[in-house]
């Protein structure tokens, strides 16, 4: 919680060691830095990967105060070490709850759900390729100004792609229920979300993993 805002993730993976990622901080000048991703395949390779990224970010974050100079680091990482093998679509975002703008940075991330009270959602469409995918990346950030009562979703595609019935969810259905379910209390909504898609899916075994989060102005 900061100011009017508040913001909550939850992630449930598919096997013991996962490939998605979201993090939380607090900046020293009192913004407040956030990033969702998503590493390319499961298991131990994927794990390692999002567990150097996580240590990547206490380290940026000390002195980096962009989101593109702490995303960077990040392709550099995964372009080295990986060498192809492995990429990562990350969705990166700076929060100034004085000035209520929100710096976003994508690198081939889903397209998070925007809530402006009394619209329709949108997707906030900031088109890039993923991190890993070439030696120097081609990042591309939005700023958005944060109303009263917005609200954003952010996911991974482990949230779009289960199946229920044999058929995969989909966005329309995913976006169906959040514009119903999201309120200004991003916890109560995010389990909710959840909830609701173990109720499609059933007992059958989680085939990705599955991270959302909200942020909410009051």
């Known amino acids: ?87 990562m679509t990350c969705f990166m975002g700076i929060l100034d709850p004085k000035a209520n703008n929100l710096t976003l940075t994508n690198a081939g991330h889903n397209y998070p759900f925007f809530f402006h009270q009394g619209e329709p959602p949108v997707n906030v469409e900031i088109r890039s390729a993923p991190l890993g995918t070439s030696k120097v990346p081609k990042l591309s950030t939005k700023v958005i100004q944060m109303l009263p009562g917005d609200r954003i979703f952010f996911y991974t595609d482990g949230l779009i792609e289960e199946k229920s019935n044999g058929a995969i969810l989909g966005y329309d259905t995913v976006l169906e229920k959040v514009a119903r379910t999201i309120t200004f209390d991003p916890k109560s909504s995010c389990l909710d979300i959840i909830q609701w898609h173990r109720s499609l899916t059933g007992n059958a075994p989680q085939e990705d993993d599955i991270t959302i989060a909200i942020l909410s102005r009051a």
Not at 2 to 25: C, E, M, N, P
Not at 31 to 56: N, Y
Not at 58 to 79: A, D, H, V, W
Request: glycine share 10%; net charge positive; charged share 25%.
């Open 1 to 87: 919680t900061a100011g009017d805002y508040r913001i909550f993730g939850v992630s449930h993976s598919a096997t013991q060691l996962g490939g998605d990622y979201f993090d939380l901080k607090l900046l020293p000048d009192g913004r407040i830095f956030f990033l969702i991703g998503d590493v390319s395949g499961h298991g131990i390779p994927a794990a390692l990967i999002m567990a150097m990224a996580k240590a990547l970010v206490e380290k940026e974050c000390e002195s980096q105060t962009t989101t593109e100079k702490i995303m960077l680091p990040f392709n550099r990482l995964i372009f080295k070490t990986m060498k192809w093998r492995r990429m």
